[in-house]
């Protein structure tokens, strides 16, 4: 937070994970970022605070980085290709490889709301005990999911993001990553008071930050948008209270010159924020 990145107490991570939990889909846009290593030079060059990924990336590319950009290695994932009514991400890595692997934090995916739940936060609970045990900072990919998520409002309401903040700071997250919740219309099938709650956005997203105490918050881009539409996310983000960002695909899937150029206006933007 203090010698990467805008390197002022903020964050700006670039997660590439997802070619597990969505496949090759979405390298389509941007073939050259099939290349672990491209991502990985991007990372570098557009000077970000960290990259996060799985562990055969880590294992097969992150040695020539080492040093250049911090990584997070993500110890838990799935394929997109199960109902997420049944959503769960099992282990595929530990804790002791990113001590292995040099990792400077941990990535954990939990999924709020889904029937597996039970199953999910007793793994998470086992990670977060690994952490503390080898002195590793643990960030919550904190995701609702599942059949009764979407009964009460969907996965981006209001309701549901509020609590998957809420969810990541009470298992004992450091840092949670979450989406921007929709909050300005209302979601008649949520629990009151969200029912009939409606805040316009930096509003929602400053409930979530609060809801979130003393976990700090990144704001994930989601899929590509357009140049303004992604600055106009960050600067909600960083308005609202977050950490920082952790947008992947709205990076990765530019090409070159644009996504270096992206990353410049983040680096802009997030140099009004911080504390340095």
Avoid at 44 to 69: M, N, P, Q, T
Avoid at 140 to 157: E, L, T
Avoid at 160 to 178: F, H
Wanted: charged share 25%; proline share 5%; with cysteine.
């Amino acid at each position: 937070m203090y010698e990467h990145g805008p390197a002022n107490g903020t964050l700006m991570m670039l997660p590439i994970d997802q070619g597990l939990e969505h496949g090759p889909i979405d390298f389509f846009d941007n073939p050259d970022a099939l290349d672990t290593d491209w991502v990985l030079r991007l990372a570098v060059a557009g000077k970000f605070s960290g990259i996060a990924y799985h562990i055969g990336l880590a294992e097969k590319y992150h040695k020539a980085y080492a040093g250049r950009v911090p990584m997070v290695l993500k110890v838990n994932g799935k394929t997109n290709i199960p109902s997420d009514d049944d959503s769960f991400s099992s282990c595929d890595a530990t804790v002791e490889d990113a001590v292995r692997l040099g990792a400077s934090a941990v990535g954990y995916t939990l999924y709020v709301g889904s029937p597996a739940q039970d199953v999910d936060i007793a793994q998470a609970n086992e990670v977060r005990r690994d952490c503390e045990r080898y002195g590793l900072p643990l960030i919550v990919w904190s995701y609702p999911r599942g059949s009764a998520i979407k009964a009460k409002g969907g996965q981006d309401s209001l309701y549901a993001v509020d609590y998957a903040a809420r969810v990541a700071c009470e298992i004992g997250a450091d840092i949670v990553k979450l989406n921007v919740p929709n909050s300005e219309v209302p979601a008649p099938s949520a629990p009151k008071p969200y029912d009939t709650l409606v805040m316009d956005e930096l509003d929602g997203l400053r409930k979530v930050v609060k809801s979130a105490g003393r976990t700090l918050v990144l704001v994930s881009g989601g899929s590509k948008m357009g140049d303004d539409a992604t600055i106009h996310k960050a600067r909600l983000a960083m308005e609202a209270g977050c950490v920082g960002l952790i947008f992947g695909r709205n990076m990765w899937q530019r090409h070159w010159d644009d996504a270096i150029a992206m990353a410049g206006r983040m680096h802009d933007l997030m140099k009004e924020f911080g504390d340095a």
